[in-house]
C-alpha cells in the first residue's frame, strides 16, 4: 500500500518537482503518494507545481491561519504554532502518514511532532550537525560554510524533532567546496544533490513504515 505523504514548502518547489516526477515515472510501482502540498507563503511557485500534477493543496501562511492583524501582533513562536497547527490539520484532512519538509521554512512546533513523530522528513542544505538550527537555511547557510573554511559541503536529510534541525540523520550527499566558491555558485553545485536525498529520504521512511 502506498504511503499518503504530505510536502511542506515555502518557495519554488523544485525538491517538489523531483518527488512528482518520480511518482509520475514509477506509477503503481512509486511506494508514495502525493496526496497534499501546504505551503507557509501563499505565493509560492510549489503551489502551481501542485497544481499542474493535480496535487491539492492548502495555504497556512500566518496571514491566512491567524488573520492579518492578529498575526501582525504576534510572536514568532506564536505564528509558528499556528501554521503548524493548520498543516496538522490538512495532515489529518488527507490522511497523510509521513510529512515531507521540502524547503519550508516554518520551524515546525505543537502537536504536529507528537502525531508524527518519527514520520517528519527534512532536507537541510549543510552537513549536520554543523550549520544547522534557527536561522540557518538559503544562502544564510551556504555563507557560513565559506567563512568557516570548510572543504566540504552537503545536504542532509533527517527526522524531526522538536530540536530544530536535531532529528535523526537519515543520510548525506557531500560535494567539495572549492577557493573562488560564492553561496550561489556552492548552492548551484549542492541542489542536485538534494534532489537525489530528498528522495532517498522519502522512499527510506516509507520501506522503514
Not at 3 to 29: M, P, R
Not at 77 to 86: C, G, I, P, T
Request: proline fraction near 4%; aromatic fraction near 4%.
Amino acid at each position: 500500500m502506498k504511503s499518503k505523504v504530505a510536502v511542506l514548502v515555502s518557495g519554488g518547489g523544485t525538491n517538489l518537482q523531483t518527488l512528482i516526477d518520480f511518482e509520475k515515472e514509477k506509477g503503481c510501482e512509486c511506494p508514495y503518494e502525493i496526496a497534499v502540498v501546504i505551503s507557509d507563503h501563499r505565493d509560492a511557485f510549489a503551489l502551481q507545481r501542485a497544481q499542474k500534477a493535480g496535487i491539492p493543496a492548502a495555504v497556512t501562511s500566518p496571514f491566512s491561519v491567524m488573520g492579518k492583524e492578529t498575526a501582525q501582533n504576534a510572536t514568532r513562536d506564536e505564528k509558528r504554532l499556528a501554521v503548524s497547527n493548520a498543516m496538522l490539520e490538512q495532515c489529518q484532512k488527507y490522511d497523510v502518514q509521513i510529512v515531507v519538509e521540502a524547503g519550508c521554512l516554518t520551524v515546525l512546533s505543537g502537536d504536529i511532532l507528537k502525531v508524527y513523530a518519527n514520520k517528519i522528513i527534512n532536507l537541510h542544505p549543510a552537513l549536520l550537525p554543523k550549520f544547522g538550527g534557527v536561522g540557518m537555511w538559503g544562502h544564510h547557510v551556504h555563507e557560513a560554510v565559506l567563512a568557516s573554511g570548510e572543504k566540504e559541503s552537503g545536504c542532509t536529510v533527517h527526522l524531526v524533532n522538536e530540536v530544530c534541525d536535531g532529528g535523526e540523520i537519515l543520510l548525506q550527499k557531500k560535494v567539495p567546496v572549492l577557493p573562488d566558491d560564492t553561496p550561489d555558485s556552492l548552492y548551484a553545485r549542492i541542489a542536485p544533490k538534494e534532489h537525489e536525498a530528498l528522495l532517498e529520504g522519502l522512499l527510506l521512511l516509507c520501506n522503514r513504515l
